[in-house]
């Protein structure tokens, strides 16, 4: 017998070693990821949880005074804490008089990149926006990025203007990302230039959000204003 | 039961394991090993020191156990064995990340979960960590780990510094900085890299050289 023949007779294990090495090997990785899993989660809620906390404070300056909303079928539903069901979910936020103040609600769209997703702050007095902040994003840092630092982009969202028509149902104009240096409406977002995509699909993700959340919000604005 | 050691398995350790992977066989200067991450999350500093170290945990814990394990593993099935090893780890540096930082998380998107497919941390596996000691493996790795966070710095930093004018977030330049803008952008991954490889063959060459020079005249 040759050596090479023999070689190849030596290194033919068995189909069972085979199978056998490849699901030790995938135990034991089940294993490990299992065990971090479980020991990251509390932290990994937590961070998540924080986020949206300071999501919410920096848009609404209320601290805990507020209230869960979820938003479906059959209008505004109050929840209880952060029971994670499906659905909308808006936060409404009151001041130390237990006035109510505004709300922050969740909006997205596609960027860049990958999805965007924003809080902002709705002041149904004003019907205006008055505020954004950026929970997720994956644009390209320096350009996509700015989005949440840029201080002239910033200031598109102190008083976005968001008024529905007469008859409280559809926005009276459609909030839009027009080319840098050229805002001329109260209801119209100065894109950062450079970073027009990502503007663009904020502008986007408000109009959205406003068509489908306003019109809810103002319907039900006596019960917002009534804090149990 | 027939023995898989493998000739060199029985080579000392010594500094030169550890140091191997940062000079002469760097992954990215020397191996170009990696090369997407190098170009991809590089943009800043604090991305490519998080990569990198990100990246050396996983190829330090897969050569550990894959060296442990070298002698149980059939040929047949090693390189689908050391993929299940090395996405295991990924996956735990994943959920770390998250539970350290979402930030952190969030800015380095999908390249966590890229690890995986890093041919920089098989190579490590098949080639040395699959034939030598559990010990030797692993200080090999943490050389070849630190070679490649340190080429990442090399590139985060050039990029960070010409493209928004700061180093780790920190302002360097005055107001009248104007940011070279393509450098954090992907081509700017490609001219820096480039330098970094310009010079790397340069010096290589001017060694030689040198070398060449000595021998004549120690020949003479």
Known sequence: MSDEAQNSAL??????????????????????????????????TANKKEALERAIFSLLRSGDRRENYRVGKDGLTRVEGDDGSAGRHVYAGYNDDNQFVGLAIEAAAPGYQDVVRVLYGYAPECQCITGIYVLESKETPGLGDKVETDESFLENFRALDGQLNADMTVLANDIRTVKHGSKKNPWEIDAISGATVTSKAIGRMLNDSAKLMFPVVQLHRAQLEERR | MQDFRHPTE??????????LGIWEENPVFVMLLGMCPVLAVTNSVLNAITMGLATTFVMLCSSALVSSLRHHIPKQVRIATYIVIIATFVTVVDYVIQAISLELYRSLGAFIQLIVVNCMILGRAESYASRHGVVSSMVNSLGVGVGFTIA?????????????????????????????????????????????????????????????????????
């Not at chain 2, 029985?10 to 140091?19: E, G, I, K, R």
């Not at chain 2, 992907?186 to 060459?205: I, N, T």
């Open chain 1, 11 to 44: 290194a033919q294990p068995s189909s069972v070693s085979l199978v056998g090495t490849l699901s030790t090997v995938a135990m034991i990785s089940g294993f490990l990821v299992v065990l971090v899993y479980q020991i990251t989660l509390p932290a990994i």
């Open chain 2, 10 to 19: 029985s080579a000392p350790v010594n500094m030169d394991t550890f140091l």
């Open chain 2, 152 to 220: 990442l710095l090399c590139l985060g930093s050039v990029r960070e510094l010409l493209g928004n004018g700061s180093l780790l977030g920190f302002a360097i330049f005055g107001e009248g900085f104007q940011p070279w803008v393509i450098m954090i952008l992907p081509p700017g991954g490609f001219f820096v890299l480039a330098g970094w490889l310009l010079l790397f063959s340069w010096m290589k060459q001017r060694d030689a050289r040198r070398a060449q020079q000595e021998e004549v005249l120690h020949g003479a």
